[in-house]
């Protein structure tokens, strides 16, 4: 688990987005104290989603 400040946060927005994804959790701590957590969440396939046919 890693800690940022929000400046951090805000300067490597892309960078923490991929260290969430491999990553357990990223926190996020402004300058007032709170702690945010930062987690993936993986995509649900949608019960619509079907697999393409080859028609030939």
Same mark, same amino acid.
């Given at each position: 688990? #890693?800690?940022f400040t929000s400046l951090e946060a805000k300067q490597?927005?892309?960078r923490i987005l991929d260290m969430? &994804?491999?990553a357990d959790k990223v926190l996020i701590r402004r300058?007032?104290?709170k702690t945010y957590s930062l987690t993936?969440? #993986?995509r649900e396939?949608?019960?619509l &989603?079907?697999?393409?046919i080859n028609a030939n």
């Open positions: 688990m #890693q800690i490597n927005f892309s969430a &994804d491999s300058k007032d104290g993936s969440k #993986q396939p949608s019960p &989603d079907v697999p393409s």
